[in-house]
């Protein structure tokens, strides 16, 4: 069994900085892809950001410049900061991982989702 366990979100002010954290454990091999995902209200999951085992990233258009993604191998965490944060980037943001796990299956799992709301 994997889970995702994310951490991070919270209440901003417009143009402040927030830092999302996100933790895969359980019975894993190796993990490939991690990235994040997120829901306003009232509209549709969009990709944020991923990022691949050898470290190359994408992101969304809407966010670059102002969001980092990155992760960590050695404990297989990835984290995602904003700068500058906008009231358009209030949503749920879920963390998204690649997993082979050591039954030798590949599958992707979610986390439970953190909200960022950003608002004055």
């Known amino acids: 069994q994997v889970q995702l366990v994310e951490s991070g979100g919270g209440l901003v002010q417009p143009g402040g900085s927030l830092r999302l954290s996100c933790a895969a454990s359980?019975?894993?091999?190796?993990?490939?892809?991690m990235g994040w995902y997120r829901q306003a209200p009232g509209k549709q999951r969009e990709l944020v950001a991923i990022i691949s085992s050898g470290g190359n990233t994408h992101c969304a258009n809407s966010v670059k410049g102002r969001f980092t993604i990155s992760r960590n191998n050695s404990n297989n965490t990835v984290y995602l900061r904003m700068n500058n944060l906008e009231p358009e980037d209030t949503a749920v943001y879920s963390c998204?991982?690649?997993?082979?796990?050591?039954?030798?299956?590949?599958?992707?799992?979610w986390g439970q989702g953190t909200p960022v709301t950003v608002s004055s």
């Open positions: 998204y991982a690649v997993i082979a796990t050591l039954s030798g299956f590949d599958d992707a799992y």
């Open positions: 359980g019975r894993i091999y190796s993990v490939k892809d």
